[in-house]
């Protein structure tokens, strides 16, 4: 199967694009998404904790499942802003 992987803020930055597709065997969950993501893009996810996952734009945990053609975002933590 297939998955839509779109980053933001630092990933993206890292990754030098927003979005990439990645084949996985069927049956394969976020854990195993993050786990091929490791493999293909070892400095990706370096130090990046707690990262926030979406699939189809509903936030989920490493053991959901995923199907062909979803989307799975994955959101650094955000920090900034100004203080009152």
């Not at 979406?54 to 995923?66: C, D, K, Q, R, T």
């Amino acid at each position: 199967m297939e998955v839509r992987l779109r980053v933001f803020a630092m990933l993206r930055e890292r990754l030098g694009a927003s979005n990439v597709s990645l084949a996985l065997p069927e049956g394969s969950t976020v854990s195993d998404l993050l786990k091929a993501v490791e493999r293909r893009y070892p400095r990706l996810l370096k130090g990046v904790s707690p990262l926030l996952i979406a699939v189809n734009a509903e936030y989920v945990e490493g053991s959901f499942p995923l199907s062909d053609r979803d989307e799975v975002a994955l959101v650094p933590p955000v920090s900034g802003g100004v203080g009152r």
